[in-house]
């Protein structure tokens, strides 16, 4: 047995995490700082807009741009954690986005701010792929749904605060809308004073060779678990080996079989959430301003978001590891689809606050859901760069959408704009249905598509 299948199937079979627990306290931080700056934007715009007198065409520039950021970050940032390790891909994808967020706050006019939106939006697309693909790499597969759903609770919660911060600040303050876009640098600091508690991935590091310091830090994580439990722990029992190539040959199993149709698969499905999502967070609120609701109005129909948010993320530890990943990410974005497709139909506020609502609980469910189901499907070597290419380079999706969504308004009016979004959404979910079931299977065998035979039971 090999080194990293000894370190996958030591890790698979402990009953608990293996790590000390401030690693979902750190992680959790910065997710939260980093899905409060993705959502941020559209609510500092219509002021920022405002005060530098851009057209609102510049909307779509400033949202499209740090939309590019995501896909660069992610793409560039995934050479550098599947080279050199998954700490150091999470201390630069932190960095971005805190020095980002500080130069968007600071901006003096249009054209800076867009281009700090560009390097924030490098750090968020590099964060999304690294810590998934870090917490499907250190955590038992009975129960990686779970970890990775309680890492996200916090970018949740993240989320569903700039509604609020939103209504008290944008409106009554000149300078409210960049304390907004200031918020996120408050990662740097955490994750500067916790970064010492993040172990380097054991898998990482036995398929890069350091086959010493994986056996070590497997050793030191069952003792920490045995003192924890009090339980002893059971036989490993590892996969049947996967042959991958090293180097920079490992980067072609990305676009050949068997990997290849889940790399075209997944990026299909992120391109098109990430066209609606965004185009729907980042312009929503212009978009009601120019339809002629006030801005205190506009900001209002948001609220819903907050709520749907934290029932979406207080559901998704309870069913991460009990169904397939794919149907709860699915079905909610069903959900999602009918709501826009008749708010195309027949315009209202009910149903465009119904929208933010369910667009959060979407977001609450399918972001552990399908950035896990992500991971698990692509091998050690290049997990990061498999995340990156589909979940990173499929923010394009979302670059572009804002741009063609305000050409949908302009051409075809309010109702044309969110018919076309909430089509969109329902070809995602149909295509996640495509996916495999990786709950509860050692990441070795999901990666390496032996699952017929190598289920394991899924336990609470």
């Known amino acids: 047995m090999t080194a990293e299948l000894q370190v996958g199937a030591r890790l698979d079979r402990l009953p608990?995490?293996?790590?000390?627990?401030?690693?979902?306290?750190?992680?959790?931080?910065?997710?939260?700082?980093?899905?409060?700056?993705?959502?941020?934007?559209?609510?500092?715009l219509p002021k920022a807009l405002e005060q530098?007198?851009?057209?609102?065409?510049?909307?779509?520039?400033?949202?499209?741009?740090?939309?590019?950021?995501?896909?660069?970050?992610?793409?560039?940032?995934s050479v550098l954690a599947d080279r050199w390790g998954r700490r150091p891909g999470l201390m630069t994808a932190t960095l971005l986005f805190g020095l980002g967020s500080l130069a968007s706050a600071l901006s003096p006019g249009i054209t800076t701010l867009t281009v700090a939106r560009f390097v924030s939006g490098m750090g968020i697309g590099a964060a999304l792929s690294v810590v998934s693909t870090y917490l499907s790499e250190v955590a038992p597969a009975r129960r990686r749904g779970r970890y990775m759903s309680w890492v996200t609770l916090p970018a949740l919660l993240g989320n569903s605060a700039v509604p609020w911060f939103a209504l008290w600040l944008?409106?009554?303050?000149?300078?409210?809308?960049?304390?907004m876009l200031a918020i996120p640098a408050l990662a740097m600091v955490a994750f500067a004073f916790g970064f010492r508690v993040i172990p380097e991935s054991p898998r990482w590091q036995a398929?890069?060779?350091?086959?010493?310091?994986?056996?070590?830090?497997?050793?030191?994580?069952?003792?920490?678990?045995?003192?924890?439990?009090?339980?002893?722990?059971?036989e490993p029992v590892p996969a049947r080996p996967v042959p991958v190539a090293s180097g920079w040959r490992a980067w072609l199993t990305l676009v050949r079989p068997p990997h290849l149709k889940w790399t075209v698969l997944f990026f299909?499905?992120?391109?098109?959430?990430?066209?609606?999502?965004?185009?729907?967070?980042?312009?929503?609120?212009?978009?009601?301003?120019?339809?002629?609701?006030?801005?205190?109005?506009?900001?209002?129909?948001?609220?819903?978001?907050?709520?749907?948010?934290?029932?979406?993320a207080a559901l998704a530890p309870l069913i991460a590891?009990?169904?397939?990943?794919?149907v709860p990410a699915a079905a909610t974005t069903i959900l999602l689809a009918a709501d826009m497709i008749v708010l195309g139909v027949h315009p209202g506020n009910a149903?465009?606050?119904?929208?933010?609502?369910?667009?959060?609980?979407?977001l609450g469910i399918f972001a552990p859901m399908v950035y896990l189901l992500t991971a698990e499907h692509f091998p050690t070597q290049v997990r990061n760069a498999g995340v990156a290419i589909t979940d990173g380079a499929g923010h394009a999706g979302g670059a572009i959408g804002p741009a063609v969504t305000l050409a949908v308004f302009q051409a075809g009016g309010f109702g044309a704009t969110w018919l076309t979004l909430g089509l969109i959404f329902l070809l995602a979910s149909l295509l996640l249905l495509l996916a495999r079931n990786t709950t509860g299977v050692a990441l070795e065998k999901a990666s390496g598509g032996e699952l017929a035979a190598a289920r394991s039971a899924v336990v609470d």
């Open 268 to 312: 299909t499905i992120f391109f098109c959430v990430y066209f609606s999502a965004y185009s729907f967070t980042g312009l929503g609120i212009t978009l009601l301003t120019q339809h002629g609701l006030s801005l205190t109005k506009s900001i209002s129909l948001t609220l819903g978001s907050s709520f749907g948010g934290l029932i979406g």
């Open 52 to 77: 530098f007198h851009a057209p609102v065409g510049s909307a779509g520039t400033v949202v499209g741009l740090g939309l590019w950021g995501y896909v660069a970050g992610a793409v560039l940032n």
């Open 16 to 44: 608990g995490w293996p790590f000390s627990r401030a690693v979902f306290a750190v992680l959790g931080a910065g997710f939260f700082c980093a899905y409060f700056d993705i959502t941020n934007i559209g609510s500092a």
């Open 207 to 234: 398929a890069r060779g350091r086959e010493e310091r994986a056996l070590r830090a497997v050793a030191d994580a069952e003792q920490r678990v045995r003192a924890r439990t009090g339980l002893e722990l059971p």
């Open 170 to 179: 944008v409106p009554s303050y000149s300078w409210g809308w960049r304390l």
């Open 351 to 362: 149903l465009f606050a119904a929208g933010y609502f369910l667009l959060s609980f979407q």
């Open 321 to 326: 590891d009990r169904w397939p990943r794919k």
